[in-house]
């Protein structure tokens, strides 16, 4: 995704003193707000949530909102919209080690994030980044990269790495002082930590988590699902963060509940698929998401039973199907373990 974008910065010498700042929780983001506003620049907080993120960001307790009433900024939420689904499929920038497209994701935000800085009547952006603390996104070469295809050349200001990097347009029209700004680079936070500890700061999220694009067995859980399909739904995205999952053929996979807890996930999950539970013993609840064949149904319960202590092993089973009536199955056999844990995504 890249937008235009004009070069009036220094044609409009009235420019009002206001940033929008991209807030995520974490230790940097929320300096580099302090670092901003501590110059008299009003500052509007934006945070871009996601289907992968993980947390309830209008919650009054997220990391999100306790910076913000800590900084007393102004917060906005702006989820990233299925679109953002279309760049996880196909990043132009490619994935990091799992399914994370960090730079097209960055482009994609600071995009938005410039959308409401036009909408606010706003002259620049801030972001809490650092040099070289992302090896994907955050060396100088690819930071360059992310403004120019986003449209936001120059206009995008780093106030904790700002003395390492050429000053921005804000600072060039005087409107920041780039002394007042710091030079941290590499991974280590102990500056961060310092003048968190200087200025009160607490309740922040801990680096680098979060994203469940970055986590190995989720991602290749998605991976699994896009390659199976071209639209995938968000039940079907939200099933990918339960139970054991088993790639039975293409169009038809199953979830196994692991525990309690997982069944009942599972039991609110039904409308896209079939629910499989076992009537006259304790096991497993599995969601077919498919249209299984009679004989996959028989499979399936014979999964049922293999995940069932076999002292406790029934051989009816359940099958509840949106738009149908319940059903029941009797079943004797039971799935060979090797064959399932090759079939295991």
């Given at each position: 995704m890249?937008?235009?974008?004009?070069?009036?910065?220094?044609?409009?010498?009235?420019?009002?003193?206001?940033?929008?700042?991209?807030?995520?929780?974490?230790?940097?983001?929320?300096?580099?707000?302090h670092?901003?506003?501590?110059?008299g620049?009003?500052?509007?907080?934006?945070?871009?949530?996601?289907?992968?993120s993980g947390?309830?960001?209008e919650?009054?307790?997220?990391?999100?909102?306790?910076?913000a009433?800590?900084?007393?900024?102004p917060?906005?939420?702006r989820?990233?919209?299925?679109?953002?689904?279309?760049?996880i499929r196909?990043?132009?920038y490619?994935?990091?080690k799992?399914?994370n497209p960090c730079?097209?994701c960055?482009?994609?935000t600071?995009v938005k994030?410039?959308e409401?800085?036009?909408?606010?009547?706003?002259?620049f952006?801030?972001?809490?980044?650092?040099?070289?603390?992302r090896?994907?996104?955050?060396?100088?070469?690819?930071?360059?990269?992310?403004?120019k295809?986003?449209?936001?050349?120059g206009i995008v200001?780093?106030?904790?790495?700002a003395?390492?990097?050429?000053?921005?347009?804000?600072e060039?029209?005087g409107m920041?002082?780039?002394?007042?700004?710091?030079?941290?680079?590499?991974?280590?936070r102990?500056?961060?930590?310092a003048l968190?500890h200087?200025?009160?700061?607490?309740?922040f999220?801990?680096?680098?988590g979060?994203?469940?694009?970055t986590?190995?067995i989720?991602?290749?859980?998605?991976?699994?699902l896009?390659d199976?399909?071209?639209?995938?739904?968000?039940?079907?995205l939200d099933?990918?963060?339960t139970?054991?999952?088993?790639?039975?053929?293409?169009?038809l996979?199953?979830?196994?509940?692991?525990?309690?807890q997982?069944?009942?996930?599972?039991?609110?999950?039904?409308q896209?698929?079939?629910?499989?539970?076992?009537g006259?013993f304790p096991?497993?609840?599995?969601?077919a998401?498919g249209?299984?064949?009679?004989?996959?149904?028989r499979?399936i319960?014979?999964?049922?039973?293999?995940y069932t202590?076999?002292?406790?092993?029934?051989?009816?089973v359940?099958?509840?199907?949106p738009g149908?009536e319940n059903?029941?199955?009797?079943?004797?056999d039971?799935?060979?373990?090797?064959?399932?844990?090759d079939?295991?995504i």
């Open positions: 890249k937008a235009h974008r004009d070069n009036a910065f220094h044609e409009k010498p009235d420019r009002p003193r206001k940033a929008i700042a991209l807030i995520s929780g974490g230790l940097d983001s929320a300096l580099a707000i670092l901003v506003q501590r110059q620049i009003d500052v509007l907080a934006v945070h871009f949530p996601s289907f992968f947390g309830d960001p919650a009054p307790n997220s990391p999100v909102q306790v910076i009433r800590q900084l007393r900024v917060l906005v939420i989820e990233k919209g299925d679109d953002f689904l279309d760049i196909n990043p132009r490619g994935h990091g799992n399914i730079v097209d960055r482009i994609y600071l994030a410039r409401l800085m036009e909408e606010t009547g706003s002259s952006l801030v972001t809490g980044e650092v040099v070289g603390q090896p994907m996104s955050q060396r100088r070469h690819t930071m360059r990269l992310i403004e295809q986003s449209g936001c050349d200001l780093r106030p904790l790495c003395k390492l990097l050429p000053p921005t347009e804000p060039l029209a920041v002082d780039r002394e007042r700004l710091l030079d941290i680079q590499g991974r280590g102990k500056v961060q930590f968190a200087e200025i009160g700061l607490e309740g999220s801990a680096p680098a979060g994203c469940l694009l986590d190995q989720y991602a290749r859980r998605l991976r699994d896009l199976d399909r071209p639209e995938v739904s968000r039940t079907e099933a990918l963060k139970g054991r999952h088993v790639r039975l053929r293409p169009g996979k199953i979830v196994i509940g692991r525990n309690q997982e069944n009942e996930r599972l039991e609110t999950l039904t896209s698929g079939v629910l499989f539970e076992p006259d096991g497993p609840t599995v969601l998401q249209s299984p064949t009679p004989e996959e149904e499979i319960g014979s999964i049922i039973r293999r202590r076999e002292s406790n092993r029934g051989s009816l359940d099958i509840r199907e149908r059903r029941r199955m009797e079943v004797t039971v799935a060979d373990g090797d064959w399932i844990a079939h295991m």
